[in-house]
């Protein structure tokens, strides 16, 4: 999250209050994160925890909840995580393909010469960035499944009213988030 205050429109810095809970599995942090969007949060109102640092490294999520320093990252949903990977591999399969069907026009080929050779560097860029995409997830995944195995996924939830901060709370206990609280950031 960026900043731990809010200001009024009168000027007044104010706290940031969350809700917090950390979660045993990928499934019900997935499953809370849709019944949080759906039920009016935007989705720059939730963050998990970010890459591991050395003050961090070997705490439990529940000694990291309440830290304003512990590192946070925004979600990174699944259908963005889709999106990167076709990014990689269209990016990959046709920044080759238009350079080679340029080289070959400049170089004189003829017609079906380019075809064959754009299809060809094509696929082969589709191959180098589909390999991309691999890592990519498998990277996802392997950070997900280690906070899992320090103990769990911690979430935090930006509440922008009471309202919301009991709607917050209540979505996170449904899905079996333990630790389930909130708390304020200093102004």
Same mark, same amino acid.
């Given at each position: 999250m960026s900043g731990s205050t809010q200001t009024s429109p009168i000027g007044f810095k104010t706290a940031v209050r969350e809700a917090v809970g950390i979660f045993a599995s990928q499934q019900d942090l997935q499953a809370a994160i849709d019944d949080l969007l759906a039920s009016g949060f935007a989705r720059c109102e939730l963050s998990l925890r970010g890459a591991e640092t050395d003050a961090t490294a070997g705490?439990?999520?529940?000694?990291? #909840?309440?830290?304003?320093?512990?590192? *946070? =990252?925004?979600?990174?949903? =699944?259908? @963005?995580l889709g999106d990167a990977e076709g990014s990689l591999i269209g990016g990959f399969a046709v920044l080759p393909a238009l350079g080679v069907a340029w080289a070959g026009a400049a170089a004189g080929a003829g017609f079906l010469a380019i075809g064959a050779l754009t299809v060809v560097s094509g696929g082969a860029g589709a191959v180098v960035g589909? %390999?991309? #995409? @691999?890592?990519?997830? *498998?990277?996802?995944?392997?950070?997900?499944a280690g906070q899992v195995a320090e103990g769990g996924l911690l979430m935090w939830v930006r509440t922008r009213s009471p309202e919301f901060e009991a709607r917050a709370l209540r979505i996170l206990s449904?899905? %079996? @988030? =333990? *630790?389930?609280?909130?708390?304020s950031l200093a102004a």
């Open positions: 705490h439990a999520p529940e000694a990291l #909840a309440d830290d304003p320093a512990t590192p *946070r =990252t925004d979600h990174f949903c =699944t259908e @963005a589909a %390999a991309l #995409a @691999a890592m990519l997830a *498998r990277h996802h995944a392997a950070n997900l449904i899905h %079996a @988030a =333990t *630790r389930v609280h909130s708390h």
